[in-house]
């Protein structure tokens, strides 16, 4: 009967019975987020995006609905009690076997699990997708800062998560190899990229194309040396990642829990952290109100974060608090 399956589910069976489920979901996540960055390109290549406007400056790809209906499927097929919440609606329940991916992350698949997190249980687990971050950016030809997200929350918080950066292109010998994916696990790492040290001055990033006064404010009240204005919640997490700026600042509603889930797991895991601009953790339960209402503020580490949120008037803090 197993053979039916083929190699790669037949090893994900063995490893069922021993590897611990976060674990398994983050691996699977992994091999998950690959394929939908495929996705993403091939749309792209075709040129046909069939966009469709959502909302003021709030757009929906072929890519963003394909690449969800990938992601769901997969990972419904593989955890079914799991709560899985993605950005783009009516794609629940399209499953597709055309993109069914039932691998999971060798690497992954052997990675020491945290004590704290050996026993989680389906029930307690849920995820967060965003099939594609940076969708302006997407469409408008600013391809490295598009991501996939897929971010683990566990009791509410963010304790693992992926961000597959379809565009990235690394070249070994005379080949050239397009994608990468970042990962992160609580009390375990950071994978996929390289750490950077952050900036000897002081580099914020922060939105390119959901700017508004509020915004500005934050952003010059800072006193950084250079703002760096960049598309998409995953992309300033990894510019913070790989040392290229300190603090992602965007005093505004708009981001939701799918943007930050798997960023904000990421970058813990890394030593930073992420809040919204009065310094309050946000919550990834089921039940949670998607929007991130009180704006998003992230640094490599606790000491920039104290400095970011003292620099924010309270005027500015009491706008944005809900
Ligand atoms: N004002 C407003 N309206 C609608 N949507 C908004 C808004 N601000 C941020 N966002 C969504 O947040 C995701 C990251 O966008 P940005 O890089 O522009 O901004 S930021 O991360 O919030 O700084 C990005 O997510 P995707 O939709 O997945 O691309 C944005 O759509
Ligand atoms: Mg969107
Ligand atoms: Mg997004
Ligand atoms: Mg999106």
Not at 67 to 83: D, E, Y
Request: hydrophobic share 35%.
């Amino acid at each position: 009967m197993e053979l039916l399956f083929g190699s790669n589910t037949l090893i994900t069976k063995k490893m069922s019975q021993t590897v611990p489920l976060i674990v398994r979901l983050l691996a699977s996540s992994v091999s998950v987020a690959n394929r939908a960055g495929k996705i993403v390109r091939d749309i792209m290549s075709k040129g046909e995006l069939g966009i469709i406007e959502k909302g003021k400056d709030d757009y929906q790809t072929e890519a963003d609905r394909s690449a969800q209906r990938c992601i769901i499927s997969s990972l419904s097929a593989q955890f079914p009690k799991i709560k899985i919440i993605g950005e783009e609606d009516g794609n629940e329940n399209q499953t597709s076997d055309e993109y069914l991916v039932l691998d999971a992350d060798k690497d992954i698949l052997s990675l020491e699990c945290p004590d704290g997190l050996k026993e989680v249980k389906e029930e307690d687990v849920v995820v967060w997708v965003d099939p594609l971050d940076g969708t302006a950016e997407y469409t408008q030809g600013f391809l490295e800062h598009v991501t996939v997200l897929i971010g683990i929350s566990v009791n509410e918080k963010p304790i693992a998560g992926v961000i597959h950066q379809p565009y990235f292109k690394t070249i070994v010998g005379n080949e050239s190899k397009m994608g990468r994916t970042i990962w992160g696990l609580k009390d375990a790492g950071v994978g996929g990229f390289t750490p950077g040290s952050p900036p000897e001055s002081l580099i914020l990033t922060t939105t390119r194309s959901h700017s508004n006064p509020l915004v500005e404010n934050a952003l010059q009240v800072m006193k950084a040396t250079q703002i760096l204005r960049v598309g998409g919640a995953g992309y300033k997490v990894l510019q913070l990642l790989e040392g290229k700026a300190s603090i992602y600042v965007f005093a505004s509603p708009g981001c939701k829990k799918w943007d930050t889930c798997a960023p904000e797991a990421i970058l813990t895991a890394a030593g930073g952290k992420l809040t919204d601009i009065l310094g309050s953790s946000y919550k990834y339960g089921a039940t949670v109100s998607k929007p991130n209402k009180s704006g998003v503020l992230a640094a490599v580490n606790d000491e920039l974060h104290t400095y970011a949120i003292n620099r924010i008037p309270q005027e500015l803090k009491d706008k944005l608090s809900a």
